[in-house]
């Protein structure tokens, strides 16, 4: 019988409680930024067998403290104008990039997970790939790809 597939929701849910998007078990991560190599639960490998897996994590992290930066900077902007406070922006929204990639980087983490999960759904087959620790012989190729 094939692994039920969570809802696309569920998955994004998980992700930001910072859960396995994949079965919803905690403890995925073994530090504030770190992963742990594998899913206690349902023993998925969280690189998902890709070595430059998480840079598409780092272009998240980005984008949203990009985003987050522009919606404040707007906000102050709008709210002060025509006195606009612009060394508090310059220096306020210093601290807020610096602050914001380091507090939404593990979840962008585990966003990137639940998104390559919902994109390629992981089968049965990769499961037993991820639990036999991701070894393959010659003749074999990754069972998600």
Request: glycine share 6%; aromatic share 10%.
């Amino acid at each position: 019988m094939p692994p039920s597939r969570p809802s696309a929701a569920k998955s994004i849910l998980r992700a930001l409680l910072r859960r396995c998007p994949n079965c919803g078990s905690p403890g995925i991560f073994a530090g504030y930024t770190t992963l742990k190599e594998r899913c206690p639960q349902c023993g998925l490998r969280l690189h998902r067998g890709e070595s430059d897996y998480f840079i598409g994590a780092y272009l998240l992290n980005l984008v949203a403290v990009e985003l987050l930066f522009a919606l404040v900077l707007a906000v102050v902007f709008i709210a002060t104008y025509p006195n606009t406070p612009w060394a508090l922006l310059q220096w306020g929204g210093l601290v807020l990039m610096i602050a914001g990639a380091v507090l939404c980087y593990p979840f962008s983490k585990a966003l990137w997970l639940a998104a390559d999960i919902i994109f390629r759904p992981v089968s049965e087959e990769e499961l037993a790939w991820h639990r036999r620790d991701g070894t393959l012989d010659e003749r074999e190729e990754l069972p998600h790809l």
